[in-house]
């Protein structure tokens, strides 16, 4: 048996929190890339199935899997320490698997032991305790000093994360590394493959989760940037369940199960956009957020109605002002590249006035910022109404001090918003620094960069050389 290896990014959704959990609205989710990776190596054990994640403490967790006398897969922990996603995972992946490829081949493989190792990029956990041991400041620099994939120092309950959808990027880098080195897809991945990927991933997220949720997360993880409406929940909710039949299970999950009503449009932030992010120490827990939102939804049906449709309306307004100014790169490059390079260096409430900032390319810029202005203030309208901190005032404060430097084309709360990240999408690599100098001044809240950047890439196999550190940790 070789060396496997599945890779797959985060995500930030630029636009469409709340509204990504109901079929009738759209999400615009944008891939980083901040990625997981998934390393599957034989080991000695036979039998055994041993998963490290060497960046936390008391990480390690045993598994024993074998095929039984009547063909049927015993899987049970081995280890008192437990980690839900990851039991979930192997074990229905195998089940999975099992029916794929049979009993005898699978129970050959699983005979002679298998290690797994995960990691995450340093970008999907705050780095803020490493940089103050080291005595750095919280700067980009300083976070391109350490290394690859360092330890957290804290175990996976306590480490701070920093909302770029990590438990989504670790389930589907590992369905995705057990189907490859099984047999079950091939490193090529294509469209279908990627579907039962991405089938599989979401039904292991939501058991693992306790819930079906809108799986934007784990869609950015299988397909990387493009524009989500989700699946009918109806899918995968009769599956919920720990003792679900196998054969059930895999024709629900099958990659040509036309149940499965999601749709993945392609999507790439334009020429010369550059996505920037914010970690903030205050961090929000997503399901408390919904929860809240979805209640006042419920109560106040005619008030977040209003809310909803609005948000909906420009939401989809962004991301068409977006597609357009791609097309207009393609009409004419040089006309638009040398508008972006003219807005670089005027705030974005100036183009508008600008003589030297005309034609078409400039027309759709202001009314993209006019329109994702109209986002910001329907999210500052749910945080009124709802008494939910979607956008709450700190993060109003910080955002409109960012969008106010020259080169920047807007700021906001990604996803379901709170207290724990932020984006910029700029136009230079000045506006860039500028924004970082003001993140690392502000006071109010503690604003500390990552260095992750769009990436469209969704899950893809990839070799150990390709990936700076890794033969480290694996060492």
Not at 141 to 150: I, R, T
Request: hydrophobic share 40%.
């Amino acid at each position: 048996m070789t060396t496997t290896i599945a890779s797959a990014p985060g995500k930030v959704l630029l636009t469409g929190g709340y509204l990504v959990l109901e079929q009738a609205f759209n999400g615009l989710v944008v891939g980083t890339s901040a990625r997981f990776y998934t390393v599957i190596r034989p080991q000695t054990h036979a039998g055994t199935i041993t998963v490290d994640s060497p960046q936390f403490e008391q990480a390690q967790w045993s598994y024993k899997a074998n095929i039984n006398t009547n063909d049927q897969l015993d899987f049970f922990p081995s280890t008192e320490s437990r980690n839900k996603f990851v039991e979930t995972c192997l074990k229905f992946s195998l089940l999975l698997i099992l029916e794929k490829i049979g009993s005898k081949l699978l129970s050959n493989q699983l005979e002679q032991g298998i290690h797994i190792t995960i990691v995450g990029d340093n970008d999907f956990y705050s780095q803020r305790a490493q940089l103050q041991a080291k005595h750095l400041d919280n700067t980009a620099e300083s976070l391109q000093s350490l290394d690859p994939f360092c330890p957290t120092h804290a175990t996976l309950s306590t480490v701070h994360k920093t909302g770029l959808g990590s438990s989504a990027a670790l389930t589907t880098s590992l369905v995705a590394a057990l189907l490859l080195h099984f047999g079950v897809v091939q490193k090529s991945l294509d469209r279908s493959e990627k579907t039962l990927i991405h089938n599989l991933a979401q039904f292991v997220h939501c058991l693992a989760q306790g819930k079906v949720g809108s799986g934007f997360d784990v869609s950015s993880a299988v397909w990387g940037s493009h524009r989500y409406k989700r699946f009918n929940p109806s899918i995968l909710t009769p599956l919920m369940d720990e003792n679900v039949n196998p054969k059930v299970l895999c024709q629900a999950l099958d990659a040509n199960n036309k149940e499965w009503d999601n749709k993945v449009t392609p999507f790439q932030l334009p020429p010369g956009f550059d996505l920037i992010l914010a970690d903030i120490d205050a961090g929000s827990h997503t399901p408390t957020l919904v929860g809240k939102v979805l209640a006042w939804k419920k109560s106040k049906p005619e008030e977040s109605d209003e809310v909803w449709t609005e948000l909906g309306r420009y939401n989809s307004l962004v991301e068409q002002h977006f597609r357009d100014l791609s097309t207009l790169y393609e009409q004419d490059p040089a006309g638009y590249n040398q508008t972006i390079e003219t807005c670089g260096s005027f705030k974005s409430k100036e183009w508008s006035e600008q003589v030297s900032v005309a034609g078409p390319v400039a027309k759709v810029l202001v009314d993209l910022v006019q329109d994702f202005n109209q986002v910001r203030h329907y999210l500052q309208k749910m945080t009124e109404l709802s008494g939910v901190p979607v956008e709450p005032k700190e993060q109003t404060k910080l955002l409109d001090a960012c969008s106010d430097i020259p080169g920047v084309l807007m700021a906001g709360v990604p996803g379901a918003g709170g207290y724990d990240a932020i984006f910029c999408i700029v136009l230079s690599n000045t506006a860039k620094d500028n924004v970082r100098e003001l993140w690392a001044a502000w006071n109010e809240l503690s604003v500390g960069p990552l260095l992750s950047h769009a990436d469209s890439n969704g899950v893809t196999s990839v070799t150990i050389s390709s990936v700076p550190g890794l033969s480290r940790v694996l060492s």
